[in-house]
C-alpha cells in the first residue's frame, strides 16, 4: 500500500512506533498479571513525557531526515492549537477547589443524606452521592476518599451488602471523572481531539445519565432483599475513628475538609452553584462562561453563609491554589504530550497501524468500536487512565482523521466520540483492570478506612455495576448503531462519512 511505503515499511515503519512503547515503558510500575510481574521505570508523566518527545524527535530525524529545529517547530506549533484548554484546566481546578472548600460538595451530599438509608438503598444512595459529588468535585480519588468512610460504616450499620455498597461508590466516584466540566480527564481527554468541553457535555449528556439510571436501577434491585434497618450520615461519620482521619488528613486532606463540613452541616443553598454550572453546560453555554459562573456563585453564595471568609480568602486559598495546581502538573503535561504528538505526526508513525485498521474494517462502525478496543488494551498495559489518554488518544485522532472522509461537522462528532471513548474506557475501563493503578488506591483507601475487611480487586470488579454498564454499552451502541437511539449521542453514517480506501 502506498500510505504504508511512505511511511516506511517493516524496520522503518517499527522504528517510528518505538517512542510509543518508551513512553508507556516509562509510565509503567510493577504490575503483576496471571502470577507474572512486569516492571517498568514508573516515572511521573511530566519526566516520562519529555524524555519520550526527544527520543521521537531523533527517531524523526532518523526515519524521515526531520531536522531537530523543524521537530521544534512542529512542537511548537501542535502546542498553539491546544491553548484554549490551558485556560480552562486552570479555571477548572479553582472551581474544584470552590466546590470543595464552600460547601457545595457537602450540600450535596447532606441533601441525599437527609432522605434516609437503609440496608436496601445504601448502594443505591452511596452511587447516586458519588456521582453527584464526583461532578462538583472534579475528582474520583477525592470523592472515594471522602465517602468512603461515611457509606462503608453506614453500611455495616445498617446491615447492608459491604462489597455491593462499595462497588456502587466506585462507580459513582468515576462518573464526574468522565462528565464533569472540572474533571482533568474529561478536559485532556477533549483537549487532544480538538472539541470544546461543554460541546461534549451535551454530547455524551443523555448517554452518561441513561447508564448512571441503569446503574442505580441496578444497585437497588440487588439490596432489596437485605433489612430495612435506617441510620444518619451523622451517625457514620460518629462511627469513623480517629485514626482513619489521621490517615485520611494524610492521604487526603480535602476528604477531611468535606467530612467536617458534613458533620458540621452546610445550608443547602450551596448545592446552587452545580446546578447552575450544568443547566448552562447543557444550555451551550461556552465552557469559561460556565466555570467563571461557578466561580462567581460559588463565592456569592459562600460569604452570604459563611463558607468563604473573605474575598481575599477566596482569591488567595482558592483560586489561587486552583491555578497553581493546574499549573504545576497537568498544563506542563498537556504541553510535552501535545509536543510530542506533533513530532510523531510528522513522521507519520500512526499510519501503518491506521492503515491496518481500516482493512479489517468494513464500516466506519466498525473502524469506531476498534478506536474503543484500543483505548481498553492501552490502559490494560499502562495500568493508568490518564497515561492511556495522553498515549492511545493521538491514535485515535490520527485514525479517524486518516482514514474517514466528511464534512467539518460529521468529524467533530467523530471526534466527540473519539474523547468520550479515551475518558470512558480510561475511567470505568480502570473498574475492571485487576492491576491497574485505579484500582489499587480504591482497595487500599476502603482498607483503611474500614479495617473489617480486606478488600479485593475482585470484590470491586463484580460490584461495580456502572463500569460494567458504561464500558458494554459504549462498545455495543457503536458497533450496532442503536446509539442513534439516544439524543444527541449517534454517530454519523455512510454516506455521510466514508471510509478512505487504502492504495
Not at 213 to 219: L, Y
Request: glycine share 10%; hydrophobic share 50%; proline share 3%.
Amino acid at each position: 500500500m502506498e500510505n504504508t511505503k511512505k511511511s516506511g515499511g517493516g524496520f522503518k515503519a517499527f522504528l517510528k512506533f518505538t517512542p510509543i512503547f518508551l513512553l508507556a515503558y516509562l509510565m509503567i510500575g510493577e504490575i503483576s498479571i496471571g502470577g507474572m510481574t512486569f516492571s517498568g521505570a514508573g516515572f511521573d508523566v511530566l519526566t516520562a513525557a519529555p524524555l519520550s518527545a526527544f527520543y521521537a524527535a531523533i527517531i524523526a530525524f532518523i526515519t524521515e531526515g526531520v531536522r531537530p529545529t523543524e521537530s521544534i517547530d512542529v512542537a511548537v506549533e501542535n502546542v498553539k492549537g491546544i491553548q484554549l484548554v490551558f485556560f480552562i484546566l486552570m479555571m477548572a481546578y479553582a472551581m474544584a477547589n470552590a466546590f470543595m472548600e464552600t460547601g457545595v460538595g457537602a450540600a450535596l451530599v447532606n441533601i441525599a443524606l437527609s432522605l434516609g438509608v437503609t440496608g436496601r438503598t445504601v448502594a443505591m444512595v452511596g452511587f447516586i452521592v458519588t456521582c453527584l459529588l464526583s461532578v462538583a468535585t472534579g475528582t474520583s480519588w477525592g470523592t472515594f476518599a471522602a465517602c468512603a468512610p461515611i457509606f462503608l460504616w453506614l453500611n455495616d450499620i445498617v446491615d447492608g451488602n459491604l462489597l455491593l455498597t462499595a462497588g456502587a461508590i466506585a462507580g459513582g466516584s468515576c462518573f464526574g471523572d468522565n462528565i464533569g466540566l472540572i474533571s482533568d480527564t474529561t478536559v485532556v481527554s477533549s483537549g487532544i481531539q480538538g472539541v470544546e468541553v461543554v460541546d461534549r457535555i451535551r454530547y455524551q449528556g443523555v448517554w452518561s445519565v441513561g447508564t448512571a439510571v441503569v446503574a442505580a436501577i441496578i444497585f437497588y434491585l440487588a439490596g432489596r432483599s437485605l433489612p430495612n434497618v435506617s441510620a444518619t450520615g451523622a451517625e457514620a461519620i460518629a462511627a469513623i475513628s480517629p485514626e482513619t482521619f489521621e490517615f485520611l488528613e494524610a492521604e487526603r486532606p480535602s476528604a477531611v475538609a468535606l467530612l467536617n463540613q458534613i458533620a458540621d452541616g452546610v445550608s443547602y443553598i450551596m448545592a446552587l452553584p452545580m446546578i447552575l454550572v450544568i443547566a448552562f453546560a447543557f444550555m451551550g453555554v461556552p465552557t469559561l462562561m460556565c466555570l467563571g459562573l461557578g466561580l462567581v456563585s460559588s463565592l456569592i453564595l459562600g460569604s452570604f453563609v459563611g463558607t468563604v471568609p473573605s474575598l481575599r480568602y477566596f482569591l488567595e486559598s482558592i483560586m489561587e491554589a486552583g491555578f497553581a495546581d493546574a499549573g504545576g502538573w497537568v498544563i506542563v503535561m498537556m504541553m510535552w504530550i501535545s509536543g510530542f504528538g506533533g513530532i510523531m505526526n510528522r513522521m507519520r508513525a500512526f499510519e501503518p497501524l491506521s492503515n491496518f485498521l481500516l482493512n479489517i474494517s468494513k464500516s466506519i462502525r466498525q473502524l469506531m468500536f476498534w478506536n474503543g478496543v484500543l483505548c481498553l488494551l492501552g490502559n490494560a498495559l499502562l495500568a493508568d487512565e490518564m497515561a492511556q489518554i495522553v498515549t492511545i488518544g493521538p491514535i485515535l485522532k490520527e485514525n479517524t482523521n486518516n482514514n474517514i472522509e466528511g464534512s467539518d461537522e460529521s468529524m467533530y462528532r467523530l471526534a466527540l466520540r473519539n474523547a468520550t471513548f479515551s475518558d470512558a474506557m480510561g475511567v470505568f475501563g480502570s473498574q475492571l483492570i485487576p492491576w491497574h493503578v485505579y484500582l489499587s488506591y480504591y482497595i487500599g483507601m476502603a482498607g483503611s478506612v474500614y479495617p473489617l475487611h480486606q478488600f479485593s480487586a475482585g470484590d470491586f470488579i463484580s460490584h461495580n455495576y456502572m463500569a460494567w454498564v458504561a464500558v458494554g454499552s459504549m462498545l455495543i451502541l457503536t458497533i450496532t448503531g442503536w446509539d442513534r437511539f439516544i439524543p444527541m449521542f449517534s454517530m454519523p453514517n455512510e454516506p455521510e462519512v466514508e471510509l478512505k480506501k487504502a492504495e
